[in-house]
């Protein structure tokens, strides 16, 4: 076939219609956070003393670092999937969340006496934590490698770990409500862990499964 | 001589995007040159047939048009694309190659030239489910347009568009997994 014959049939196809990746994104976003709600209320959902622990500023910095990663890892992702879109400044982004986990980590080794560095980090809750987070997940993950699929990412190893960024993002925001280790210390190293899991896994999707 | 192409290029992806298919001819048309241009000036050793490279991009650059943010330039879009495409190519093929982001704007359009070889596009066509296939061929080769394609085969045109726009998708697919 001749590059200009190509050219007939994709002109003939000139009317078929697909919904703008920028639209496509926060329909999905908006299914990935419907899908990690109902999957976090169906099994561990909040812990009982909610309205309480919401008067602390421990707790409440774990949604701080994790909505922030989610918010950073969105940005990127949108941009990873367009082609030749700039990059540069949502990369320089995706350093807030871990940037917030030191400072939030070094404060709190200032506060809490040396004697409980180990109990803070080690918690109650790390196989809980660890499991849960990529259960959570694991559903909006797949939902991103979908629309990066949708779109068009030049690198999609790149694109496909974001994408485990952004669901491990959300799925940790969800966990955070329910986890009792309010500490930066279990956060710094219990949710990284898990979040890097995540991580990998997209991009092994974004590796095998994106392609275009 | 780049600034006029962006203005022009860019109003007429958005028109075609609008349905407006004579500026999509027009747009198809000069990115086929200026992608061919690019392409060929990065394939210095043999290897990659260069019109290859062109084929998918432009269909690459028609399944993915939904892609491109309006307001955004189109020519960065279009490379972007023309260069994941041959890397793409390279990979495929057992090779690596490094392509320099900031000699874009040297690339001159090229015209088709004819050439013997049978095309990597042929085989993804050959691949095709027959409906599909027969519906491909009859617009594109046979030049058809989508009412005799329609007539030939005894199907309404919306099946005809139908068939035309999956098989398109399924050859760009098969370019990206082979």
Known sequence: MRTEDLIKALDADASSKAMPLRSAWWLAAGAAIVIAAVVFMLTIGPRPDFMVAAHTMRFLSKFVFTIVLAISAFALIRALSTPGASTGRAMVGMLAAPLLVAVAVVLELFMVPEALWGTRMVGSNMMICMSFIPLIGIGPLAVFLWMLRYGAPTRPVLAGAVAGLLAGGLAATFYAAHCFDDSPLFVATWYTIAIAALALLGALGGRFFVRW | ?178
Do not use: C
Request: aromatic share 6%; no cysteine; proline share 3%.
């Open chain 2, 1 to 178: 001589m780049s600034g006029k192409d962006e203005a022009e290029l860019s109003r007429l992806l958005r028109a075609a995007i609008a349905g407006d298919e004579k500026a999509y001819a027009d747009f198809l048309h000069r990115i086929a040159a200026l992608v061919r241009g690019f392409v060929r000036r990065k394939i210095v050793q043999g290897g990659v047939d260069p019109e290859d490279v062109v084929q998918e991009t432009l269909l690459a650059i028609h399944v993915k048009r939904h892609t491109w943010r309006q307001e955004a330039p189109v020519l960065p879009w279009i490379y972007a694309i023309a260069r994941f495409k041959l890397i793409d190519a390279f990979r495929r093929r057992g090779r690596r190659i490094e392509i320099d982001v900031d000699d874009i704007a040297e690339t001159f359009a090229e015209p088709e030239t004819e050439t013997v070889s049978e095309r990597d596009i042929n085989r993804a066509l050959d691949g095709l489910p027959p409906a599909q296939r027969s519906v491909v061929s009859a617009v594109s080769v046979e030049g058809r347009s989508i009412g005799e394609t329609a007539t030939k085969f005894g199907i309404s045109e919306t099946a005809v568009r139908v068939s035309l726009h999956r098989g398109l998708a399924a050859i760009a697919r098969r370019f990206g997994r082979e």
